[in-house]
């Protein structure tokens, strides 16, 4: 189900994360072994930020696309997409550093056709070859106007651990919490190529905020 991390201040995948390094700094803070309690800490700190979960908000208007991530825009680029759309599109590439927010977002409003997970290799996330070679999954959106929206979350080099909530046949609104990558990764977006393009190579995204384009 989409959405279900709305107000939490840090995504529930990241308290596990959160008690491992946590617990030992209370644990070394009582026993009085400050350096380790330190470090412990720390790590919990950023473990925390990592995982954070801030709130956006999510422009409204007719057609709207908007970013599935935090991030910088790699590439815009038109190509075949010939596994789910079949057919010629515009693909939007955003890298997730490890210093980016990593909550997913969805980029329109509609219905949740297929989602569809792909074993693959941990290239580094930013590598060209990685929108195909690395572990991935895929989520296709049509609008109530018949448009299909792809979204693809990458597995990088650090990030192991793809998470998605959401379910075929669902519908969603635009920008709603729908899962996270952890520690750096990449999202690919494809949209008709008749879309109205709002971004170039090198820009900074944030989810559920920026907006990618104006869907025909």
């Given at each position: 189900?989409?959405?279900?991390?709305r107000?939490?201040p840090?995504?529930?995948?990241?308290?596990?994360?959160?008690?491992?390094?946590g617990?030992p700094?209370v644990?070394?803070?009582?026993l009085g072994?400050?350096?380790?309690?330190s470090?412990f800490?720390?790590?919990a700190?950023f473990?925390?930020w990592f995982?954070?979960?801030?709130?956006?908000?999510?422009?409204?208007?007719?057609?709207?696309v908007?970013?599935p991530?935090?991030?910088?825009?790699?590439?815009?680029?038109?190509e075949?997409?010939p596994?789910?759309?079949?057919a010629?599109?515009v693909?939007?590439?955003?890298?997730l550093?490890?210093?980016?927010?990593h909550?997913?977002?969805?980029?329109?409003?509609?219905l949740v056709?297929a989602?569809?997970?792909s074993p693959?290799?941990f290239?580094?996330a930013?590598?060209?070859?990685?929108?195909?070679?690395?572990?991935q999954?895929?989520a296709?959106?049509?609008?109530?106007?018949?448009?299909?929206?792809?979204?693809?979350q990458?597995a990088?080099y650090?990030?192991?651990?793809?998470v998605?909530?959401?379910t075929?046949?669902?519908?969603?609104?635009?920008?709603?919490r729908?899962?996270l990558?952890?520690?750096?990764?990449?999202?690919?977006?494809?949209?008709?190529?008749?879309?109205?393009?709002r971004?170039k190579?090198?820009?900074?995204?944030?989810?559920?905020e920026?907006i990618?384009?104006v869907l025909?």
């Amino acid at each position: 189900m989409a959405d279900r991390a709305r107000g939490w201040p840090i995504a529930r995948e990241g308290l596990p994360f959160l008690a491992v390094a946590g617990v030992p700094a209370v644990a070394a803070w009582a026993l009085g072994w400050t350096v380790a309690g330190s470090l412990f800490g720390a790590v919990a700190l950023f473990t925390g930020w990592f995982f954070r979960n801030p709130p956006r908000r999510v422009p409204d208007g007719p057609n709207l696309v908007v970013s599935p991530g935090d991030g910088r825009v790699l590439a815009v680029a038109e190509e075949e997409e010939p596994r789910f759309l079949k057919a010629r599109v515009v693909r939007v590439s955003m890298f997730l550093s490890p210093l980016d927010v990593h909550i997913n977002r969805t980029p329109c409003a509609g219905l949740v056709k297929a989602v569809a997970y792909s074993p693959g290799r941990f290239l580094v996330a930013s590598r060209p070859d990685a929108t195909l070679a690395n572990e991935q999954v895929a989520a296709l959106f049509e609008t109530d106007a018949g448009q299909r929206v792809l979204c693809v979350q990458v597995a990088g080099y650090v990030a192991r651990r793809i998470v998605c909530w959401l379910t075929e046949g669902e519908r969603v609104a635009r920008g709603e919490r729908y899962g996270l990558i952890r520690f750096g990764s990449r999202m690919d977006l494809y949209l008709p190529k008749e879309t109205k393009m709002r971004v170039k190579t090198g820009d900074q995204v944030t989810g559920g905020e920026s907006i990618i384009g104006v869907l025909p």
